[in-house]
């Protein structure tokens, strides 16, 4: 590239660069009220459609009705409660551990 550089000045050719006038107004997004909601609803709509038509299997990603419908027996048997207060055990249990090997490096 700087072989063609110097070609073109050997030819007597003015390589100056030159003030240009801006041309564009440029990109400048425009907020909406609603728009991460329907974003949202756009997404949970094509993930329903993936999981029932079986283009995504249901062991690695099930459909939200399918999670809704599990979800709702759960609470009917009273288990998700359960499942719940496990599961925030478990996060109140690493953030700690994190919090501990944060503050006293020693320790690790």
Known sequence: MLDRLAEVESRGVDTTTQPVKFRGGGFVPATT???GWIAMLVLV???QIAGS????NSLFL???SAIARAIYELAISGALWQHVSWSLLRIGTGWLLGTVAGLR???V
């Open 45 to 47: 709509i094509i993930w």
């Open 33 to 35: 009220r609603f728009g």
């Open 105 to 107: 490096p020693d320790l």
């Open 53 to 56: 038509s079986g283009l995504v």
């Open 62 to 64: 099930p459909a939200p």
